[in-house]
C-alpha cells in the first residue's frame, strides 16, 4: 500500500483530499499544526496518522516509508499572507523547498506542490490584458501570498530528476463544501451570505473574471498527479481549472440554485474598489496530459453545500473558525492573553 504524506491535510483542500485519497486505498499520514483544529477529520480520524508539528520544523523522520509527499500545508489567501508576510514566506516558500530537499535525500519518490492561480492575477479591469492565460503565460505576481507560491515554484522544479519526480498544480479560486468549511472563498461567501443574510453583494459591480474550481475536483486533480507516471509529469505545472466566469455571473447561477433547495436571495452591487483580483486561466494543458477534466458546475457544488451545511450544522456563520485571516488574528491575540493569565481555568501556577 502506498503511503501518503499529505502535508496540510486537516484544511480545506486537505481534509477532502484525505478522504478522497482512503476512498483509493492509499495510507495516509498527516503533518498539520492544527491551527483550525481537526474538525475535518473528524470521520476518519482512526483511518489515517497524524503528526501535529509545524511544517517548518518537522523533523526528516516524518517521511520514514513515504512515497509521495502532497503540500497542500501554508498560510493561505492573499489577506492571511499580508498580515504576516514573514510567517506566510517561511510556510508556503521555505518549508516546502526544505520538505522538498528532504524527500529527494530520503528517497521520496514524487512531491506534488500546491499553488496558486492568483499568481496570474492582472488587477483591476485592463481590456488590454484580458485575455487568457496558461502556464506558459509570463507572470509577475505582487501579492505576499501569490509571490510566495511563485518563489516556491522556481526552486522546486530544479530539484526534479529521474528518481525525484517534481509537479506542481495551481489551483484556480476554490469552492464547494469541506469538512474544514471556509465561508472566505467567493462561492462560499455567496452561499453564506444568502443563507444568513438573504442577499449577496457583488463588489466592484462583480465584473471582475475569476477562474474556479470545485474543492472535490481539486482533491482528484492531485490524486491523478499522484497516478500519472512521472514522465508525463515531472518538472510540470497544471493548471486547475473547471469555468472562467465573471463574478456577477458567479451570482445568477449562485442564486439559481439555491432555488433548487429552497433558498430565495436578492443581488446587490457595490461599485466600490475593495482590492479585486482579476484574471482568467486555461486548464487545457491538465486534460490534454492527465485526460483530466473538472466536472462539478458551481450549481451543483451549492446545492450540495447547502445540504451538507445543513446536515453538519455548520451554521454559525459569524464564526471566525470560517474565516482564514479572522481565525488567525483571534488566536494570536488569545496566545498572548494566555502568556500573561496561563491556563484558562486551572488555578495560576497549579
Avoid at 102 to 127: A, F
Avoid at 152 to 178: H, M, Q, Y
Avoid at 302 to 331: A, C, G, K
Wanted: proline share 3%; net charge neutral; aromatic share 10%.
Amino acid at each position: 500500500m502506498k503511503k501518503i504524506l499529505l502535508v496540510g491535510g486537516a484544511g480545506y483542500v486537505g481534509s477532502v483530499l484525505a478522504h478522497e485519497l482512503l476512498e483509493r486505498g492509499y495510507a495516509v499520514r498527516i503533518l498539520d499544526r492544527l491551527y483550525f483544529g481537526d474538525q475535518g477529520l473528524a470521520d476518519i480520524r482512526d483511518r489515517v496518522e497524524v503528526v501535529t508539528e509545524d511544517m517548518r520544523t518537522v523533523g526528516a523522520e516524518v517521511l520514514d516509508d513515504v512515497e509521495v509527499l502532497v503540500n497542500v500545508g501554508g498560510l493561505s489567501n492573499d489577506p492571511t499572507a499580508e498580515y504576516n508576510p514573514k510567517a506566510n514566506y517561511e510556510m508556503n516558500a521555505g518549508a516546502s523547498i526544505a520538505l522538498a530537499r528532504k524527500c529527494k535525500e530520503r528517497g521520496v519518490r514524487r512531491y506534488v506542490y500546491g499553488s496558486s492561480c492568483s499568481i496570474y492575477d492582472r488587477g483591476v479591469l485592463n481590456e488590454e490584458c484580458d485575455v487568457l492565460l496558461d502556464e506558459m503565460s509570463e507572470v509577475d505576481p505582487k501579492g505576499a501570498y501569490s509571490g510566495s507560491k511563485f518563489v516556491a515554484e522556481n526552486e522546486l522544479l530544479p530539484l526534479a530528476s529521474d528518481d525525484f519526480c517534481v509537479a506542481i498544480l495551481r489551483k484556480a479560486t476554490l469552492f464547494g463544501f469541506s469538512p474544514r468549511m471556509r465561508y472566505d472563498l467567493v462561492v462560499n461567501t455567496f452561499v453564506k451570505d444568502a443563507l444568513s443574510k438573504g442577499y449577496m453583494t457583488l463588489h466592484y459591480g462583480g465584473e471582475m473574471w475569476r477562474p474556479l474550481a470545485d474543492v472535490r475536483d481539486a482533491a482528484r486533480a492531485y490524486i491523478a498527479l499522484i497516478q500519472t507516471e512521472p514522465v508525463a509529469v515531472n518538472k510540470q505545472i497544471f493548471n486547475l481549472v473547471c469555468h472562467n466566469f465573471r463574478i456577477s455571473e458567479v451570482a445568477l447561477r449562485v442564486r439559481e440554485a439555491l432555488k433548487g433547495v429552497g433558498v430565495s436571495a436578492d443581488i446587490r452591487t457595490d461599485y466600490a474598489y475593495k482590492g479585486v483580483r482579476n484574471y482568467r486561466v486555461s486548464g487545457q494543458k491538465l486534460e490534454r496530459t492527465l485526460n483530466f477534466r473538472p466536472t462539478i458546475s458551481i450549481e451543483e457544488s451549492v446545492q450540495t453545500m447547502v445540504q451538507e451545511i445543513r446536515r453538519h450544522n455548520y451554521s454559525e456563520f459569524d464564526s471566525p473558525r470560517y474565516y482564514n485571516i479572522r481565525w488567525m488574528r483571534l488566536l494570536e491575540e488569545a496566545n498572548k492573553i494566555i502568556q500573561v493569565t496561563g491556563s484558562v481555568f486551572d488555578a495560576r501556577g497549579s
